[in-house]
């Protein structure tokens, strides 16, 4: 039992690239997330998906698109990078509890550098 | 959208002592409240979490506290230990889709 990994660890990018970040689940969940965290200002969804075949728009979705390719992985691309994308990626999974809670279990992260 | 604030962004204490993080959130229809530990290279941990029907919740060192009214909930950590170092971030979330997270605090325990 993995948890959520996430591919790559680390990466760097000159400004325009584009680059597909993979996110996979092994505990069955239905909902998958993707967050940036940049110093200081904790972490940001840019995008979710509820469930497979649906995906929304986070907080911060500008330069980004996703895809729920089936129930356990979750994509998220990059088309033409820009150093304000420079941060780390977590993806997170979680499926609503017994108690009523909704534990997001995170992966362990992509140091995106765009130069 | 929601806006959550997070207070202090950083943490000293003796071991031993106690600790409270504070956060306050801006959308009254926010009704789950998630509290996290990431330590240095990881992820975020899932460490306690309150729901809005519910004021109080404790786990072993660890509990949490919503007060609704004032839209504002607390963790509380007794007796810290240097293993409890790492960042702390509070979320809210309504209804489990979008989360919106903290800015974090830093704790620090020195033995």
């Known amino acids: 039992n993995a948890g959520v990994t996430q591919t790559p660890k680390f990466q760097v990018l000159k400004t325009g690239q584009s680059m597909t970040l993979q996110c996979a689940q092994d505990m069955n969940h239905n909902s998958m997330y993707w967050y940036r965290q940049d110093p200081g200002m904790g972490l940001r969804l840019i995008y979710y998906?509820?469930?497979?075949?649906?995906?929304d728009k986070g907080e911060v979705p500008n330069g980004y698109n996703v895809s729920r390719l089936n129930k356990r992985e979750f994509s998220l691309r990059l088309e033409s990078a820009a150093p304000s994308q420079t941060s780390v990626y977590f993806c997170a999974s979680s499926e609503r509890g017994v108690g009523g809670g909704n534990e997001q279990f995170f992966g362990p992260g992509t140091r995106l550098t765009v130069l | 959208g929601e806006n959550v604030e997070q207070h202090p962004s950083t943490l000293s204490v003796q071991e031993g002592d106690s600790a409270v993080i504070k956060c306050t959130y801006s959308?009254?229809?926010?009704?789950?409240f998630p509290w996290y530990k990431q330590e240095l290279g990881k992820g975020p941990q899932l460490i306690i979490d309150i729901r809005s029907n519910v004021g109080e919740k404790k786990d072993q060192r660890i509990a949490v506290t919503l007060n609704k009214t004032a839209k504002h909930f607390s963790l509380h950590i007794t007796e810290t230990q240097p293993e409890d170092s790492a960042v702390y971030f509070c979320?809210?979330?309504?209804?489990?889709?979008?989360?919106?997270f903290g800015s974090g605090t830093k704790l620090n325990v020195k033995p």
């Open positions: 959308d009254s229809a926010s009704n789950y």
């Open positions: 998906s509820a469930s497979e075949g649906t995906t």
């Open positions: 979320a809210a979330s309504y209804n489990f889709n979008k989360f919106y």
